[in-house]
């Protein structure tokens, strides 16, 4: 038996030259817990590249949806930037990661902190109905350098809170905060800065990070992940895992080579 599911794409959206999102079919086979990634790609010369991607989609929806960024030479994304309707990708059969909500401690609010293309492991957790039953709140960040790379963002402000099923949840307990660092905008600046000045809670309303209450998950390039676990090991935050559920969970979005 392959590794490998063979699905077949269904939809490309291109949102900038740097980042698109695409949709295939799912095999019912396929079986994964909102937050957590597979290995996907492309069969080349013959031979499976693979790269590890988080799913955007609930693990109950019939597709699979993934967001990619576009690295300018890079083995899969240079091929799978041009991938149309009809085309084979490659899903591999074993989905893992750590940023899954068994892994957290029971708590109030949720924040989920994303940079970059570290946004598509929440939009899986944004969909799931249970983590409105386990959390009062949830704080979804997404930073980037630009505004235009805001993927997502209609969807999270405008489709999901009119959601047949999810809408009333979400439009009561999800806060959307995108920031931008490299031009002004509603909210500017690192979420890094934005926590440690205080800004972040004062916008939206909550008092600091509070391990009695506070869970986070986060997601971000390797500079990112690191700094932000930094802030929260300095306020007595553990680290969760799935033997020893914490107060916060980290996955790195991409890894420097
Ligand atoms: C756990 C995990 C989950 C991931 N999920 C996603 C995802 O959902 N979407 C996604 O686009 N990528 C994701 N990645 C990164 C992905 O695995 C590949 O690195 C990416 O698709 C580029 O592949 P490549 O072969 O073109 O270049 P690679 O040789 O893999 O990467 C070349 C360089 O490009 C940069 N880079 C790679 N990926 C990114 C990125 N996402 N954002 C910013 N810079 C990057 C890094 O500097 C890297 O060293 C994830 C990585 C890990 C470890
Ligand atoms: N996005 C682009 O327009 C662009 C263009 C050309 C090449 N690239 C290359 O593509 C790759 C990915 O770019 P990307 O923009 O998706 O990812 P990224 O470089 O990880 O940046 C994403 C966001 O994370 C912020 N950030 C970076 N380090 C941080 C830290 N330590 N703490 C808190 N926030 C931090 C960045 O802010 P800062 O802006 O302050 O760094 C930016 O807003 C990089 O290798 C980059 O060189 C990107």
């Not at 690295?71 to 899954?100: F, H, Y």
């Not at 489709?159 to 931008?180: R, S």
């Amino acid at each position: 038996m392959s590794a490998f599911y063979e699905e077949r794409v269904l939809r490309v959206h291109h949102w900038t030259e740097d980042l698109f999102s695409f949709t295939a079919t799912r095999s019912p086979a396929f079986r994964f817990e909102n937050g957590q990634f597979a290995m996907i790609g492309l069969m080349i010369d013959g031979k499976p590249l693979v790269r590890a991607y988080s799913m955007v989609s609930a693990n109950y929806e019939d597709s699979l949806e993934f967001f990619s960024i576009k690295v300018p030479n890079g083995p899969l994304t240079s091929r799978l930037k041009d991938i149309r309707e009809g085309d084979t990708l490659l899903v591999g059969r074993k989905a893992t990661g750590t940023l899954v909500a068994d892994n957290l401690l029971p708590g109030r609010t949720l924040y989920l902190l994303a940079t970059g293309t570290g946004l598509a492991p929440f939009l899986s957790i944004v969909k799931d109905p249970m983590i409105y039953d386990r959390f009062e709140r949830i704080i979804l960040t997404h930073t980037c350098r630009w505004e235009r790379e805001h993927a997502y963002r209609d969807y999270l402000r405008e489709t999901l809170p009119q959601d047949e099923i999810l809408g009333e949840m979400a439009a009561e307990k999800l806060t959307y905060y995108p920031t931008t660092t490299r031009e002004p905008s509603e909210h500017t600046g690192r979420i890094t800065d934005l926590i440690q000045s205080g800004r972040l809670f004062q916008d939206i309303g909550a008092a600091p990070f509070d391990i009695a209450t506070d869970r986070v998950m986060i997601c971000g390039g390797p500079d990112m992940v690191q700094e932000t676990r930094s802030i929260l090991e300095a306020r007595g935050f553990v680290e969760g895992s799935g033997n020893a559920p914490g107060h916060y969970v980290v996955e790195k979005a991409f890894v420097e080579k």
